[in-house]
């Protein structure tokens, strides 16, 4: 059981990871650092926007509209941070 709890704070992590690294190129794109025409940036883009859309568009029902602010990528950090919490705390139960 070990090995269960081992591998969602694999899974976990790496979801973080994909949802910093959106993050991060959202911003680079509005601010222009980053053309959205290069094909490199435009394949990660797409694919990290047809990754993570599943996991932002219930989130993004729920909460309230904010002017263009997308609190959505916020929201998913703060629940998966919360879900290592609660698998750390109880590591105990997978043995």
Sequence with gaps: ???LYEILML???IARFFILA???MSWL???QVLNIRQPLVAQVWYGLNRLLEPLYAP???VLPPMGGVDLAPLVALVA???LQI???NNV???G
């Design 29 to 31: 794109i509005n601010f």
């Design 11 to 13: 899974v976990l992590g």
């Design 80 to 82: 998966i941070y919360a």
């Design 86 to 88: 609660v698998l750390s």
């Design 59 to 61: 989130i993004r029902r």
């Design 92 to 94: 105990g139960v997978f």
């Design 1 to 3: 059981m070990q090995s």
């Design 22 to 24: 959106h993050f991060i």
